[in-house]
């Protein structure tokens, strides 16, 4: 039978040291901390209002600018598109890509 006291036998079955009598456990040791709440998020900055793009209304014979060409605004379609004429051909373009001439 094994005493407390006797330290002959390593880690054997019936060795009942207390971990003061042993030293101190190799590895490390971690705090019993309980878990903490998440701390309140800070609210979300302000939201800029939606840009709307300028859009111009254009009237018939306006002088306008479609990409790199100067044309003559001839009407605005239902579908958003807009009918040029650059030269002597009618281009259909979409209405935001028109700037002022």
Request: aromatic share 4%; net charge positive; with cysteine.
């Amino acid at each position: 039978m094994m005493r407390p006291g006797n330290r002959s036998c390593r880690g054997g079955v019936g060795n009942h040291e207390t971990t003061a009598e042993r030293g101190p456990m190799a590895g490390r040791i971690l705090p019993a901390v309980r878990p903490q709440k998440p701390a309140p998020q800070p609210p979300a900055p302000a939201v800029a209002p939606a840009r709307v793009p300028n859009v111009l209304s254009w009237r018939t014979g306006d002088r306008v600018r479609w990409q790199r060409y100067t044309g003559t605004f001839l009407r605005e379609t239902v579908d958003g598109q807009a009918e040029l004429l650059i030269g002597a051909r009618t281009y259909r373009v979409p209405a935001g890509e028109l700037r002022p001439a």
